[in-house]
């Protein structure tokens, strides 16, 4: 069975940092194409970071990109996004994916169709 959990949120002021962890079970994240979502209040569900299978290739969403790194640690199972320069439009509860997808575009660019496990969350709030 496969689980995913996100850790690492909270509340920030604007400028600060803070780092998302998401540790998996079931699955090691260096097979899959790995990725990071938000969804603030009232609004759809949006990629903001993708990592693929080899660790090699990255894609930041325009709004982060420059600020948010996406990483993992495959000894850990774990999947990371550091967050830096924060802003309150960064608010929104985040999740972690796995790709189970077969295109490539998809899972790069984040197609929320091509991710087929999710974690719960975690909860990130910028205060200005």
């Known amino acids: 069975q496969v689980r995913m959990v996100e850790s690492g949120g909270g509340v920030v002021q604007a400028g600060g940092s803070l780092r998302l962890s998401c540790t998996a079970s079931?699955?090691?994240?260096?097979?899959?194409?790995m990725g990071w979502f938000r969804q603030a209040p009232g609004k759809e569900r949006e990629g903001v970071s993708s990592?693929?299978?080899?660790?090699?290739?990255?894609y930041s969403a325009d709004s982060v990109k420059g600020r948010f790194t996406i990483s993992q640690d495959n000894a850990k199972n774990t999947l990371y996004l550091q967050m830096n320069s924060l802003k309150p439009e960064d608010t929104a509860m985040y999740y972690c994916?796995?790709?189970?997808?077969?295109?490539?575009?998809?899972?790069?660019?984040?197609?929320?169709?091509?991710?087929?496990?999710w974690g719960q969350g975690t909860q990130v709030t910028v205060s200005s």
């Open positions: 994916a796995a790709g189970t997808g077969s295109s490539w575009y998809g899972l790069t660019r984040l197609r929320i169709a091509d991710f087929g496990y």
């Open positions: 079931g699955l090691t994240v260096d097979a899959y194409a």
């Open positions: 990592l693929s299978w080899n660790g090699v290739s990255t």
